[in-house]
């Protein structure tokens, strides 16, 4: 659910509180990562802190209450919240519950960290898209520093806006990984660039269907600076349709379609080809050690047209920041290379979309590690990527049946209860000159903690196998 744009009278109140902190009484709803931070922040400008957990028991608790935050854990009731001046909202707390819906009612501010702190003290460019958007940040972040500018790389991706703020660390860019979910309580936060990539199924547990996933990704585009830039992807149907929601310029990214029209780039076969504003960046050979498949040539056009449109022009500078680029832990990582078998870490890949992506851009015979928690967007993509890229399906965790019934007709089907057996059973079948493949399309809840947890477990057992031993 995204949030409906306040009433003046309640932007004029959030908009006091967040000049004036101290004093007022201000609940963060949700106490993890980002909640911990967003309390932390306000608690050091002197707001009386109420951290809303549904949780009895919170990892932060003994640190919020150092600080002064006073805790009111367990059920989130109208009642346990009605005295609030404001409730700051974390990204994973659904905001469709009494309790916000009663304080949305009485007018009072109902926002996310962006609005706390906002208009931050740099350039900002906002990146979101269900998959890739965690890679382009990364390296555009890469890019800016290449360049010779600070930049602050953070939010969904790494450490929250707040904890950066609190730091007191000055840059010149802020590029920030931006989730649907940050993305609902947003409402005068203004990026300088936009940047979206993709839209496809995902947390529609949590929306209206995939309209509504893409209403919540469509704000960052709608509140665009006007002197912006929105960077959109221009072959996703979903993403091509906000250029009409925008106030500031399009620039469109395209690797399939052949040339864009008005301004952009386009991918040449492995080389970036700019066109209007951006051209005097040239022709860029996108060649890349580590970042490998036609979805990471689209996560560096948007890197490039990025840093181009935050005012960067020397594409020198821009190209060897770009092959200095290692990549991201868990995402298309390579974990080793055992008896000439390559191992491949993209745990981070929780969806079925991102798996097919990962299978995609394979070019050996696979054996694919598929399993976990499932999120019930089923597994159709990779179903579909899998031919002639997959030599062996090892469905596993709560989800290996699902994923079974799915393989059902894959000549290379095996089923583990576990991710230790799944890894055991790939082992056992892969030869030299296989890869072996964690791109699991579903969350990891059932095993671990987070898909970070997973992704760092298998390269263990990926240099312990090195070693002659199996987990």
Known sequence: MTLPIPSQATLARLTALKQSPAGKR???????????????????????????????????????????????????????????????????????????????????PVFGELELTSPLPAKVA??????????????????????????????NFGEPVCTWLDRGEAADVAVIELSSFQLETVFTFAADVAVELNVTPDHLDRYDGLGGYARAKQRL???????????????????????????GKVWWLATRGGPVQGHGAWLDGN?????????????????HPRLFGRHNRENAIAAFLSARALGITDALALTRAYQAFE??????????????VRFINDSKATNDDAAAIAVA????????????HSKGGGYAGVLGAAPGKVKVVVAYGEA?????AAFASHPGLVVAPTIAQAFREAVARAVSGDTVLLAPACSSYDEFTDYTQRGRTFKRWVRELGEGKLP
């Open 26 to 108: 201000v609940g963060v709803l949700g106490l993890g990562v980002s909640g911990k931070a967003m309390a932390l922040y306000l608690a050091r400008r002197g707001a009386k802190v109420v951290g809303v957990d549904a949780k009895s028991d919170v990892p932060a608790a003994a640190e919020l209450r150092a600080a002064g935050v006073e805790l009111r854990l367990g059920a989130v009731t109208v009642e346990r919240t009605n005295d609030l001046d404001g409730l700051l909202l974390s990204p994973g707390v659904d905001p469709r519950q009494p309790a916000v819906a009663a304080l949305l009612a009485r007018g009072v």
């Open 126 to 155: 906002g990146i979101t898209g269900t998959n890739g958007k965690s890679t382009t940040t990364g390296l555009l972040g890469a890019l800016v520093q290449g360049a010779g500018l600070r930049a602050f790389v953070g939010g």
């Open 221 to 247: 585009v709608e509140t665009l600076s006007p002197t912006g830039v929105a960077v959109l992807a221009h072959e996703d149907a979903a993403v091509r349709a906000m250029a009409g929601a925008t106030r």
């Open 271 to 287: 080389t970036m080809v700019t066109v209007g504003e951006p051209s005097d960046l040239g022709r860029i050979d996108l060649s």
């Open 327 to 340: 990549g991201l832990e868990h995402r298309l990582e390579l974990a080793g290379d055992v008896n000439g």
């Open 361 to 372: 851009a394979m070019d050996r015979p696979t054996l694919l590690l598929l399993g976990g």
């Open 400 to 404: 290996r049946e699902e994923i079974a």
